[in-house]
């Protein structure tokens, strides 16, 4: 059996059904995670994405801002939300996969924090924020040895980690979601798993991966400023499973687009 995940940073579902009918049409994963709904679960088109398939939905809303969801064709044993930093937004969700009977798997679906412009805790809040909600992250995996059997983490990570995750590592050293102290918390949450980055699987260390282009470039592709925000890690279980990656990088061409595109794997068992 093959199982194939998306990720997709929507920024906003409502405004953007018609690309995400687009890509499942065209793609048809198993299972599609998304961010930054921006809107309430009363809000979310369930009933679009059901007559795309996508009978199961989990959705963690709030108006006009974040959000999450996950939506498959197969069916949750459980569904959780997970609250950080005292916030109350709606920045995780967890639903519990049976591509087999006798297989279970934990997906969770995130979307940190972005933290704003200027990267001084002391001075920017948004970034303070970031920085903790992070901190929060690493310990909740670590002490609920969440990667302690089969479990997937994936989303909007808002941070680029790798010096080829960037379009010029020098430049952005000082631009947030590069910096060496976001990196650095990354590193941690990364380790707490510890878990594997089923992206980098099958992209070398030493070729440039992007995720994200910036809507204030005149000409993205031209310019190809990107970045790599979104994420899809596995818990060492699953590592064996992973049999691919793709990364739709046309999306980000599409008319009134995400400055996101989607990210698959493919898991087979």
Not at 7 to 28: D, E, Q, T
Not at 38 to 64: T, W
Not at 193 to 211: F, H, I, M, N, Q
Request: net charge positive; glycine share 6%; charged share 25%.
């Amino acid at each position: 059996m093959r199982l194939t995940l998306a990720s997709w940073n929507i920024n906003s579902v409502r405004l953007r059904i018609g690309l995400l009918a687009k890509f499942l049409a065209s793609h048809a994963p198993d299972v599609i995670c998304l961010q930054e709904t921006k809107c309430r679960d009363g809000e979310f088109p369930a009933s679009a994405l059901r007559k795309l398939g996508y009978d199961h939905i989990a959705v963690n809303g709030q108006k006009g801002y974040h959000g999450v969801a996950v939506a498959s064709k197969l069916p949750f044993a459980t569904i959780e939300k997970r609250g950080f930093c005292d916030k109350g937004d709606a920045r995780h969700i967890s639903v519990i996969l049976r591509p087999l009977k006798d297989r279970e798997i934990a997906l969770h679906n995130f979307y940190v924090p972005a933290g704003g412009d200027e990267p001084d805790p002391d001075a920017n809040p948004k970034f303070a924020h970031k920085l903790a909600f992070l901190d929060e992250m690493a310990d909740w995996i670590r002490t609920d040895k969440i990667a302690g059997s089969d479990a997937i983490m994936l989303g909007d990570l808002n941070i680029a980690p790798l010096e080829t995750d960037v379009w010029n590592h020098k430049a952005l050293l000082k631009v947030v979601s590069h910096t060496p102290i976001e990196v650095e918390r990354l590193g941690k949450v990364f380790d707490a798993g510890p878990w594997v980055d089923a992206l980098r699987r099958y992209v070398p260390l030493s070729e440039k991966l992007y995720t994200w282009w910036s809507y204030r470039a005149p000409d993205w592709a031209k310019s190809n400023k990107g970045r790599r925000l979104d994420h899809i890690w596995l818990s060492e279980s699953l590592s064996s499973n992973l049999s691919g990656m793709k990364v739709l990088r046309e999306s980000r061409g599409w008319e009134r687009p995400s400055d996101h595109v989607p990210v698959m794997a493919h898991l087979d068992f």
